[in-house]
């Protein structure tokens, strides 16, 4: 937590980004991603849409899970800090939707993956802990995973690890964000925006694209990372496949 408010004045409202001053001037009331995500035009998740609250996350989920697939929503988590199931949670094919927590709620344990999302914000959010016994489980999972989402703006969030180095396994997250094409490959990721976030103390930080032979991904993977701190990660700060990626003002600590 100190760190957080240190660093960052994480969990705070979004503010807009000093690179991007559109003419006529957008009202105060509008948050701007910059980079990638706003590349061709503004990535706005659910802003403007109906605000839907749970105390639940499981609840929360499943809601995104069969809402609309394209009206503007705004899904807010108000509960306490929480351990999820060890599963992946996913959604697959929304558009114009913003997931968030109303004042930095931990997330442990469990995988976020938005599938083939457009007009996605993600903000607020705190995934934290090791869940995971690399050496026994074949099963490897991330914080937050994009597959074959466009226009996704992921803010003020924080992943922190907690590597756990004990015994015979070693327990960590696999990733804190992946970025790559849906399941068969036959939709890829694009127009990305990572800002104001912590990566602590985890062996991955973020991985754009998921390997080294996939030349389809050329002209995707676009993506920006902007004012994050990286701090005690040993990997993937980020790394990039095929992927056009603009990095300003992070700040790495070892």
Request: glycine share 10%.
């Amino acid at each position: 937590k100190e760190c957080l408010y240190t660093y960052l004045n994480m969990f705070r409202p979004r503010i807009r980004f000093s690179n991007y001053n559109p003419t006529p001037p957008l009202p105060p009331e509008i948050e701007v991603a910059g980079g990638w995500a706003d590349f061709t035009g503004l990535t706005t998740g659910g802003t403007g849409g109906t605000l839907r609250e749970f105390s639940d996350f499981n609840a929360l989920w499943d809601a995104l899970q069969i809402t609309d697939e394209s009206e503007p929503e705004i899904f807010r988590y108000t509960g306490t800090n929480v351990t999820l199931d060890p599963v992946r949670y996913e959604a697959v094919g929304k558009q114009n939707k913003t997931v968030e927590a109303n004042n930095g709620q931990v997330l442990s344990r469990g995988e976020l993956r938005f599938n083939t999302f457009n007009n996605l914000i993600v903000s607020n959010i705190a995934r934290k802990g090791p869940y995971i016994d690399r050496v026994s489980s074949a099963t490897q999972q991330d914080y937050i995973s994009l597959s074959g989402s466009t226009k996704v703006w992921i803010d003020h969030c924080l992943f922190d690890g907690e590597q756990v180095w004990e015994g015979p396994s070693i327990q960590y997250v696999d990733g804190s964000i992946d970025i790559g094409p849906n399941g068969d490959g036959s939709i890829r990721s694009n127009y990305i925006t990572i800002s104001n976030c912590i990566f602590r103390s985890v062996a991955r930080g973020v991985l754009i694209g998921f390997a080294d032979t996939s030349i389809a991904d050329r002209g995707f993977n676009n993506v920006s990372l902007s004012n994050n701190l990286w701090e005690n990660i040993q990997e993937s700060g980020p790394r990039v496949r095929f992927g056009e990626v603009e990095l300003r003002e992070n700040y790495y600590r070892w």
